[in-house]
């Protein structure tokens, strides 16, 4: 597979990151949705340990998935998309771009103004956003909370339109995102050119 | 006879001199803090409300005597979250046990102006030495200036689950600034 986006598909490198950044939001979200009611123990600390780290290695990865986008740049839109589906389209890829970074930087925020160490799978320490503040604290904690569902929401419309092209639209939207040969892109799908 | 009295006055008088070692209590200003690694970070905490009682002379330490008295339901790290966990049963429990002490009597004389008292500390119902080093500052207003170690397992802070020394430290560092007034 070709590393650089081109125009029909999304080259190794941004299949890669996309997915990743998949599972991480996936196992870091569902850790968020349990470890807050937890009884408090070593358990419950190292859930947050993890939840923390994971959280920091997407607020990288998602820098490295912004600059490789400016970079290589994007695949067209299938053809034949309306335009106020594109439009959709981007807008979301774009919200989904800011969440990823918005999403751990109001995490990271709580942890510091809560006062709580910050540290990237025990191997490096972070330094705190800001000084200690209860007020900002209870503010980036429910900003953190609401970018979450903000972001379910958004993933989901992405997930959802993205089955839409692949089951109804037959076309190669979600095939495009995947190594070639693992999704068959509908018969009215234009065959791969590269 | 009368001479003999006059002696024998001064004599006992100038014997009794070095017992005479100055008791002192603690004056306003004074800290006892505690700090460990946690995830890479040091935590830091304070006694507030404890109390001190010491009576001492340089010259002869090994007369000297040391009480303090620590709440621990008080004991903040600054941390809401923290405080209420380490008040809580599994650390002090300072509901049954609602205040820790230290005594020491004899203290070794370390040269350089260090010494060494080697006392009990009392902390969850459990007793077993700890040695504390200080400095002393002479002075109207003198400085007891210590530190010492406190293995939390020994006493019981923190046990159970929360025995795992990867998550916090067993090694407590202890350290206090003790201004001194005559006592009353």
Not at chain 2, 18 to 24: I, K, Q, T
Request: net charge positive; hydrophobic share 45%.
């Amino acid at each position: 597979m070709t590393l650089k986006n081109t125009a029909t598909r999304w080259g190794g490198v941004s299949q890669v990151l996309h997915w990743l950044v998949v599972l991480l939001i996936l196992a870091t979200g569902a850790m968020g949705l349990v470890m807050g009611d937890m009884r408090n123990s070593p358990t419950k600390i190292e859930i947050y340990a993890l939840h923390k780290s994971l959280g920091l290695t997407i607020l990288a990865l998602a820098t490295l998935r912004f600059a490789w986008r400016l970079h290589a740049g994007a695949p067209v839109p299938p053809p034949g998309t309306p335009r106020w589906q594109d439009r959709i389209a981007s807008l979301t890829h774009w919200l989904l771009y800011g969440l990823l970074f918005a999403m751990p930087l109001s995490g990271w925020m709580f942890n510091s103004a809560a006062g709580y160490p910050l540290q990237w799978f025990k191997l490096v320490n972070l330094p705190a956003l800001t000084a200690r503040d209860a007020e900002l604290r209870l503010l980036a904690g429910s900003v953190h909370a609401w970018l979450f569902w903000l972001l379910v929401a958004v993933a989901l419309l992405h997930a959802a339109a993205a089955l839409y092209h692949h089951v109804f639209l037959r076309d190669d939207t979600l095939a495009r995102m995947l190594p070639r040969g693992w999704l068959r892109a509908g018969a009215s799908s234009t065959p791969p050119q590269d | 006879m009368r001479m003999r009295l006059l002696l024998v006055a001064g004599l006992s008088a100038a014997l009794s001199l070095p017992a005479f070692a100055a008791d002192y209590a603690q004056a306003p200003g004074s800290s006892l803090a505690f700090a460990g690694k946690y995830q890479g970070e040091t935590f830091s905490g304070t006694f507030p409300g404890f109390r001190t009682t010491v009576s001492f002379d340089p010259a002869n330490p090994a007369a000297g005597k040391l009480s303090v008295t620590i709440p621990v339901a008080t004991a903040t790290t600054q941390n809401d979250d923290y405080d209420t966990e380490m008040r809580g049963a599994a650390f002090f429990d300072a509901a049954k046990f609602a205040q820790a002490t230290y005594t020491a009597s004899g203290f070794r004389d370390l040269g350089n102006g260090q010494y060494a008292a080697d006392g009990t500390l009392e902390l969850r119902g459990v007793r077993k030495p700890v040695t504390l080093t200080f400095t002393w500052t002479p002075g109207t207003r003198p400085l007891l200036s210590g530190r010492a170690t406190v293995r939390r397992l020994d006493f019981g802070v923190g046990g159970g689950e929360w025995a795992d020394t990867g998550t916090i430290p067993n090694e407590i560092a202890v350290s206090t600034r003790v201004y001194l007034q005559p006592a009353n």
